[in-house]
């Protein structure tokens, strides 16, 4: 059974720094590109940033809002996938997934990690 | 950006009856591989989005055979049919052939 947990939120000030984490178990994390979506407080998903395997280079693409802020990475020795954000802004705050991507989306998802900026 | 506008916005469907749910991209999402990378997600209430269709029309496994995906170039559809009390919720669109990804604003089903 796949499995992604996300760790790292809280509440943090802005242009404060936060690193979320992602542990993945269940299948072969090596072999599949890895996402980070966010939903803000009582809207819509937005797509942040996506990485792709070893043999694609680690390719990574991030949304320009948060582009030159955070950048994702992973971990393939530990399943592990990153999201280091830096220099957060109050519109930052939002439930942060974890997603595989696969089958053409986003085929499973954690149950997020909350990050609130605030003063 | 690719603008994906999701109508309606909301919907109130009686159960064992069908829900179709409209998603348009404002460029075509056909990749020049071929594929046409458009995906439907529901959120159910409290919980994480799950995939539902992928490739516009392609049942992800262990989707039930009462959701249904069509469309190309711009214009896709999501059917459900004999609503069940466990369809409510939000469905997304979503677009992976153009950066930046994007979503649709959701539309909301409402058990009648």
């Known amino acids: 059974e796949v499995q992604l947990v996300e760790s790292g939120g809280g509440l943090v000030q802005p242009k404060g720094s936060l690193k979320l984490s992602c542990a993945a178990s269940?299948?072969?994390?090596?072999?599949?590109?890895m996402s980070w979506v966010r939903q803000a407080p009582g809207k819509g998903l937005e797509w942040v940033a996506s990485?792709?395997?070893?043999?694609?280079?680690?390719?990574?693409l991030h949304v320009d809002s948060v582009k030159e802020r955070f950048t994702i990475s992973r971990d393939d020795s530990q399943s592990m996938v990153y999201l280091h954000m830096n220099k957060l802004k109050t519109e930052d705050t939002a439930l942060y997934y974890c997603?595989?991507?696969?089958?053409?989306?986003?085929?499973?998802w954690g149950q997020g990690t909350l990050v609130t900026v605030a003063s | 950006d690719v603008v994906m506008t999701q109508t309606p916005v909301s919907l109130s469907v009686s159960l064992g009856n069908q829900a179709s749910i409209s998603c348009r991209s404002s460029?075509?999402?056909?990749?020049?591989?071929?594929?046409?990378?458009l995906s439907w997600y529901l959120q159910r209430p409290g919980q994480s989005p799950q995939l539902l269709i992928y490739?516009?029309?392609n049942r992800f496994s262990g989707v039930s055979n009462r959701f249904s995906g069509s469309g190309s170039g711009t214009d896709f559809t999501l059917k459900i049919s004999r609503l069940e009390p466990e369809d409510l919720g939000i469905y997304y669109c979503?677009?992976?052939?153009?950066?930046?990804?994007?979503f649709g604003s959701g539309t909301k089903l409402e058990i009648k």
């Open positions: 997603t595989v991507s696969a089958s053409g989306g986003h085929a499973s």
């Open positions: 269940g299948f072969d994390f090596n072999a599949y590109a």
């Open positions: 990485i792709s395997i070893k043999t694609q280079n680690y390719a990574t």
């Open positions: 460029q075509s999402l056909l990749h020049d591989d071929g594929n046409t990378y």
């Open positions: 490739l516009a029309s």
């Open positions: 979503f677009q992976h052939t153009h950066l930046p990804l994007t």
